[in-house]
């Protein structure tokens, strides 16, 4: 097993995120803090973080990944309009408390990558706005890849000693793990499908 390059965020916020993005940007994996837990993030392209995901996680190929999504994407804003009439879930959506899923027809603005990689529907989580995993978000073209970092199954890492003891089980660790002094809620967002609506 080798060991995983790790990096504490509080230390150099501008420049852990800057590294982060060069990690991603070569189609590596990362983990990184987000507002709920700790999450395994990746690039859409090139596809080889995708696919690590689901290796590192040992996860069914049926189960898709979301994709986080900076509020500056247009693919946010998209997203957002399907909540036009239903005005009691926008402030959720846009504080990261709630993912929506969604078909692709109703995103134009989803690249071509993320519709090649993950056909179907697609869920969306806007992370909460003052979390530095929006700063990566911005660096990465306001897209992510992301599940949480936990063998599935498994309950995600929520603190720094959760993610090391999973990431020291991995036979090959994620490209780059950030941690955290921050505190994570722990909860999931509350999901709603409106693919079929």
């Given at each position: 097993?080798?060991?995983a390059?790790?990096?504490?965020?509080?230390?150099?916020?501008?420049?852990?995120i800057k590294?982060?993005?060069?990690v991603?940007a070569a189609?590596a994996?990362?983990?990184?803090?987000?507002?709920?837990?700790y999450?395994?993030?990746?690039a859409?392209?090139?596809?080889?973080?995708?696919k690590?995901?689901?290796?590192?996680k040992?996860?069914?190929?049926?189960?898709p990944l979301?994709?986080?999504v900076?509020?500056?994407?247009?693919v946010?804003?998209?997203?957002s309009?399907?909540?036009a009439?239903?005005?009691?879930y926008r402030?959720?959506?846009?504080?990261?408390?709630l993912?929506i899923?969604?078909?692709?027809?109703?995103?134009?603005a989803?690249?071509?990558?993320?519709k090649?990689q993950?056909?179907?529907?697609i869920?969306?989580?806007c992370?909460?706005?003052?979390?530095?995993?929006?700063q990566l978000?911005?660096?990465?073209?306001?897209?992510?890849w992301?599940?949480?970092?936990n063998?599935?199954?498994?309950?995600?890492?929520?603190?720094?000693?959760?993610?090391?003891?999973?990431?020291?089980s991995?036979?090959?660790?994620?490209?780059l793990?950030?941690l955290?002094?921050l505190?994570a809620?722990?909860?999931?967002?509350?999901?709603?499908?409106l693919?079929c609506s």
């Open positions: 097993m080798s060991a390059v790790t990096l504490w965020l509080e230390d150099d916020i501008p420049g852990v590294q982060a993005a060069t991603l189609g994996v990362i983990v990184f803090p987000t507002d709920t837990v999450g395994l993030l990746a859409i392209t090139p596809a080889s973080g995708y690590m995901i689901y290796q590192l040992q996860r069914s190929r049926t189960k979301q994709l986080l900076n509020k500056q994407h247009a946010f804003k998209e997203a309009l399907c909540l009439k239903l005005p009691q402030t959720q959506f846009a504080s990261g408390r993912t899923v969604l078909s692709p027809a109703t995103l134009p989803l690249p071509s990558t993320v090649k993950q056909p179907g529907n869920g969306l989580r992370p909460a706005e003052t979390h530095p995993v929006q978000l911005q660096r990465a073209e306001g897209l992510l992301a599940s949480s970092a063998r599935s199954g498994s309950p995600p890492a929520v603190t720094a000693n959760d993610v090391m003891s999973w990431a020291n991995l036979a090959q660790p994620p490209g793990i950030v955290t002094n505190s809620s722990g909860q999931p967002s509350t999901i709603l499908d693919a």
